[in-house]
Nanobody
Framework: DVQLQASGGGLVQAGGSLRLSCAAS????????VGWFRQAPGRGREGVSC????????YYANSVKGRFTISRDNAKNTVSLQMNNLKPEDTGVYYC????????????????WGQGTLVTVSS
């Protein structure tokens, strides 16, 4: 079975850190671009970060640049999102998704989505 599972969410105070993990099974995640998206309560889903296949170029939304880091762990077949200095506005459900063509975290370019993980940042 092909599966994509996001995990690592939780409740954290502002200024704290969380590390999200996107674990793939049934396929090699290294062959795909991986994007992280989030959906805040009452808002649409937005692209946060992505890492491309091959050269593993990275992209960050301006709102998270300098605070979030996306990386691959090929041995574990996962992609992680390290989130530091979290702010209340980072609260939302975070999703990971894979793509065969994406260079940016644009929702329509992603083909397969995992279930989300909830991140709540208290002030």
């Amino acid at each position: 079975d092909v599966q994509l599972q996001a995990s690592g969410g939780g409740l954290v105070q502002a200024g704290g850190s969380l590390r999200l993990s996107c674990a793939a099974s049934g396929f090699n995640i290294d062959d795909h671009a991986v994007g992280w998206f989030r959906q805040a309560p009452g808002r649409g889903r937005e692209g946060v970060s992505c890492i491309t296949a091959g050269h593993s170029s990275t992209y960050y939304a301006n709102s998270v640049k300098g605070r979030f880091t996306i990386s691959r762990d090929n041995a574990k077949n996962t992609v992680s999102l390290q989130m530091n200095n979290l702010k209340p506005e980072d609260t939302g459900v975070y999703y990971c998704a894979v793509s065969n063509r994406a260079l940016l975290p644009i929702e329509d370019d992603y083909d397969y989505w995992g279930q989300g993980t909830l991140v709540t940042v208290s002030s």
